[in-house]
């Protein structure tokens, strides 16, 4: 195994995109990762990582999930509103409150209590504490209590609501409501941006949000296709549109390391896709027309 402080170095000065992949037999394993270490990232993030291959990328190239972050930071803007449903340790939310600044905000969910402490933590280590509501409860189409699983052979971001048939799922008690209710209960007008990501849950956030979507300055939605997860509960990921779809939403878009964006086929499968009404489908198009995911 090469030495660990010169593969970080490497990652911090030649980030490799989009060919790290192939690089992935000189990185360590979870194992080789300090638990509870603080690392400083590319953007100038601060994590602490944990034993754990979610921290895979943050550890040895100091960045996560970094095609998702030149995309999104391109649709988040100074004085917008956000939402991110399914924050995990952290890292979006901490992104999109230094992008929408001292004017803006960002609502975000993480309904683990120990997952949600990584995400608290996160918030207060980068000094954005002040512009984030960071709240211990899941979405999704009505309110009382349900039960997320985690895995002891998977990274905690594999959080679902389902346990995937899997003998290592231990059950998590968590509260859960509709998007929809906290909007009201807040006072909040509008959304310009919503990120989710809850591992074959998206649907049910959507079904809990369908004023929010249904309103003409709805937002651009971003989310995650899992197939995995959702075949679990018996949905496919053309059911994941159908609340965005009777909502009003029109155009739809994938975007990958490889393909960059580009329109969504009118069958989704496993991915990352944004969705967007008219008035703002026009971004996306840009998007996919210039290719700007890679500048």
């Known amino acids: 195994m090469p030495d660990r402080?010169?593969?970080?170095?490497?990652?911090?000065?030649?980030?490799?995109?989009?060919w790290r992949g192939r690089l992935g037999f000189i990185q360590g394993g979870a194992d080789e990762i300090p638990n509870g270490e603080i690392v400083m990232t590319r953007e100038g993030i601060r994590v602490r990582v944990l034993s754990d291959r979610m921290y895979t990328n943050v550890y040895y190239w100091g960045d996560?999930?970094?095609?998702?972050?030149?995309?999104?930071?391109?649709?988040?803007?100074?004085?917008?509103?956000?939402?991110?449903v399914g924050a995990n340790f952290g890292w979006f939310t901490t992104c999109f409150a230094r992008?929408?600044?001292?004017?803006?905000?960002?609502?975000?969910?993480?309904?683990v209590p120990h997952i949600y402490?990584?995400?608290?933590?996160?918030?207060?280590?980068?000094?954005?504490?002040?512009?984030?509501?960071?709240?211990?409860e899941a979405l999704g189409t009505e309110e009382g209590t349900m039960a997320i699983y985690t895995f002891a052979g998977l990274p905690h971001g594999h959080a679902s609501a389902s346990d995937l048939g899997r003998d290592d799922a231990t059950p998590v008690p968590c509260r859960v409501r509709?998007?929809?209710?906290?909007?009201?209960?807040r006072g909040i007008d509008r959304i310009q941006f919503?990120?989710?990501d809850v591992e074959g849950f998206e649907r049910d956030v959507f079904i809990g949000a369908r004023e929010l979507l249904s309103a003409d300055e709805a937002p651009i939605v971003a989310f995650e296709v899992n197939q995995t997860c959702l075949e679990s509960r018996g949905l496919s990921g053309t059911d994941t549109l159908t609340p965005l779809r009777d909502a009003g939403y029109t155009d739809f878009f994938v975007?990958?390391?490889r393909d960059g964006v580009k329109r969504a086929p009118a069958d989704?499968?496993?991915?990352?896709?944004?969705?967007?009404?008219?008035?703002?489908?026009?971004?996306l198009v840009e998007l996919a027309r210039t290719g700007r995911l890679f500048r």
Not at 64 to 84: A, C, T
Not at 178 to 185: A, M, N
Request: charged share 25%; glycine share 8%.
């Open 255 to 257: 975007f990958s390391v």
């Open 5 to 18: 402080t010169f593969i970080r170095w490497i990652g911090r000065h030649y980030p490799l995109l989009p």
């Open 268 to 283: 989704i499968g496993e991915g990352e896709y944004l969705a967007a009404k008219p008035d703002r489908a026009t971004e």
């Open 117 to 136: 402490a990584l995400a608290e933590e996160t918030v207060a280590l980068n000094g954005v504490a002040n512009r984030v509501q960071l709240n211990r």
């Open 64 to 84: 996560y999930e970094p095609f998702n972050m030149k995309l999104y930071r391109q649709l988040v803007k100074p004085g917008d509103s956000v939402i991110d």
């Open 99 to 111: 992008w929408v600044g001292q004017e803006g905000v960002v609502h975000a969910f993480e309904p």
């Open 194 to 196: 919503l990120k989710v």
């Open 178 to 185: 509709r998007l929809d209710e906290y909007r009201h209960e």
